[in-house]
């Protein structure tokens, strides 16, 4: 065992050496050795989480560097054991990432909601990148992206990522702040210091965080300019000290124009990435973690008929679990496909595959236009009108059209033309009956209600 034993103290200074702080002590510092014979090292971790994050995340690192100083084909296997580390090289000192939990100060909770980490979050081709680069962000704060963008539609697990990314650093760090805020409640604590004269403490509030985690930045549009004064100068004060930001949005930072421009050219200097619509086979996988998380046996052929009807909420998907139980208890009876379908009735719906060019067809022939003269550029008020409303239905139905994509369609148009065209129609909505009467015609006919 001698030679093992051996093995193991050069393998472990040889992976400290080599992985970041972070990633030593998250995920390698509490390995330990179990067995070494015949070219096979088998290592423990404490826990069977810590078991699948090394496995899918370093394994191939460590087996490398063992081989490296072994000279030879070594095999690395990996177990479970809940016996304490021993022969730990060295202790991690304060700055570095530590398994000790950090508990935020009372007077400055995180706001984090601790079912939402990385262990719980489903990836998939739609949310891959951005699932990396969330991970990376959270083992090296202020090194790896920042400020880091993530956008996407409403509902596909922005909000997940940035509570998995605190959650994480809370985990590792040890004393290092966090905290979690959605643009609302960082404009309530905004007009709250304005009203009271504490200014001077929502500064020390926010700029004294490690990692400032801030959601649907969209809504910071429609705010004046003393806000985004304030928001420009935070996040000044935050990224000069390296201190790391994550934001969300609905949108690209390109595409949020009532944005300050000098606050959009700093997020455009970061990583955006973007979380699209996951694909069915995401889908099915989401629902058979939730099911399995709450304990709910869930057949095959009924995730299939979900995932099927709900293609473009995550959290419509989990909650058709949660409903599914319920229903299933009140009754006594297990879950099947008819319970499904008699009970979610509202779940969902037949998706219309939608294309710009079906809604110019549509738009064209309700206005007794042709599609060129819709997407053409002279200035009659009809052809005007019918294009703005074109626009508007493209931006409104196809989540997926950015506004530059959208003027691309319409001749090249500069995007800005596009914004305009959706914010006119979208508030004239709200005061014109006849113009949401053509709306919702051209909506019933393009979702095939009619």
């Avoid at 030593?24 to 090292?41: E, F, I, K, M, P």
């Avoid at 460590?62 to 084909?73: F, L, V, W």
């Avoid at 095999?75 to 060295?90: A, I, K, Y």
């Avoid at 995550?314 to 319920?326: K, Y």
Wanted: charged fraction near 25%; glycine fraction near 6%; aromatic fraction near 6%.
């Amino acid at each position: 065992m001698q030679d093992g034993e051996e093995l193991w103290s050069s393998l472990r200074e040889s992976l400290r050496g080599n992985a970041s702080d972070a990633i030593w002590a998250a995920g390698l510092s509490t390995l330990r050795l179990v067995d070494y014979h015949d070219d096979q090292l088998v290592i423990a971790a404490p826990n069977q989480i810590q078991l699948l994050r090394v496995q899918q995340r370093y394994l191939p690192f460590i087996t490398e560097q063992a081989q490296q100083i072994a000279g030879r084909d070594v095999r690395v296997s990996l177990t479970v054991s809940d016996t304490s580390v021993t022969n730990r090289v060295e202790e991690v000192p304060d700055s570095a990432p530590s398994t000790v939990a950090f508990a935020p100060s009372v007077d400055q909770p995180a706001r984090l909601d601790p079912r939402m980490t990385f262990d719980l979050f489903v990836p998939g081709p739609s949310n891959r990148l951005a699932f990396a680069a969330a991970q990376s962000v959270a083992e090296t704060p202020g090194r790896a992206y920042n400020p880091l963008m993530i956008y996407g539609n409403s509902g596909l697990g922005k909000t997940h990522l940035l509570h998995a990314i605190g959650n994480y650093v809370q985990e590792n760090y040890r004393g290092r702040k966090v905290l979690y805020v959605s643009t609302e409640t960082f404009l309530n604590d905004f007009i709250r210091a304005i009203q009271t004269r504490t200014q001077l403490s929502l500064h020390e509030r926010y700029r004294e965080n490690d990692v400032l985690l801030i959601d649907d930045i969209q809504f910071m549009e429609t705010r004046g300019e003393t806000f985004h004064e304030e928001i420009f100068h935070t996040y000044n004060a935050l990224h000069g000290e390296g201190k790391q930001i994550v934001l969300t949005s609905d949108r690209s930072p390109r595409d949020l124009a009532g944005l300050q421009e000098r606050f959009r050219s700093r997020l455009l200097q970061g990583l955006v990435t973007e979380i699209d619509q996951p694909d069915l086979e995401t889908r099915v996988a989401i629902l058979r973690s939730k099911a399995e998380r709450e304990g709910v046996a869930l057949p095959d052929e009924v995730a299939d008929w979900i995932a099927q009807r709900v293609r473009d909420n995550i959290r419509e998907l989990e909650g058709s679990i949660t409903m599914l139980r319920a229903f299933a208890n009140l009754r006594q009876e297990p879950i099947t496909l008819e319970l499904a379908k008699s009970h979610l009735t509202n779940l969902g719906h037949d998706q219309v595959v939608l294309k710009p060019e079906t809604i110019l067809s549509v738009v064209a022939e309700f206005y007794g236009l042709s599609v060129d003269e819709v997407r053409g550029s002279k200035r009659l008020r009809p052809l005007v009108h019918a294009r703005h409303v074109a626009m508007y239905l493209i931006r409104d139905l196809l989540h997926n059209y950015s506004y530059p994509m959208i003027a691309r369609i319409f001749d090249g148009r500069n995007h800005t033309t596009v914004i305009s065209a959706v914010d006119k129609i979208s508030k004239q909505l709200t005061a014109n009956s006849e113009l949401l009467t053509q709306i919702n015609l051209l909506k019933k006919r393009l979702l095939g209600e009619s």
